[in-house]
């Protein structure tokens, strides 16, 4: 499990306020994800070797590549600014440090698209184990 710290803890409100932010970061971020990839495919093409490489070397050998590498970057670390925590770029996945009923700390969860936050997970769990918060408006998919 990684090692957490924790600067704030968000109640659903707090996290639901930053919904409409963190809509325009996702949607940034995923385009310049895109691009960033993109542009990688085209040097591959090139250069079959490349997909051998780590993204370092990568940059390192097509220095081209590291403005729009920073670019990411920075779009990410807005987010991880906020408080919350980027889980995954494609789908959107963003966890917010919630202090449960029980007094345990677990994550808030969020997907991009959804238009608040409906569900938690431990800390140690993932996406595919959230539950319902009690008394969630949406339900889940199965």
């Given at each position: ?92 996945l963003v966890d917010f440090p ?28 993932g996406f595919d184990q959230r ?12």
């Amino acid at each position: 499990m990684p090692d957490y710290h924790f600067d704030k803890l968000f109640d659903v409100m707090e996290a639901n306020d930053l919904i409409p932010r963190l809509e325009v970061l996702i949607r940034t971020l995923q385009q310049r994800v895109g691009e960033l990839r993109s542009q990688i495919a085209e040097i591959i093409e090139r250069d079959p070797q490349v997909e051998a490489l780590q993204l370092p070397q990568v940059l390192e050998r097509y220095p081209q590549l590291r403005e729009p590498s920073t670019r990411l970057n920075e779009s990410a670390q807005a987010i991880e600014a906020l408080g919350c925590f980027l889980k995954d770029i494609d789908l959107g996945l963003v966890d917010f440090p919630y202090q449960s009923e029980n007094g345990e700390v677990v994550f808030l969860c969020w997907q991009f698209g959804e238009p608040g936050v409906f569900a938690w997970h431990a800390i140690d769990a993932g996406f595919d184990q959230r539950k319902a918060l009690p008394g969630s408006a949406k339900p889940l998919p199965n």
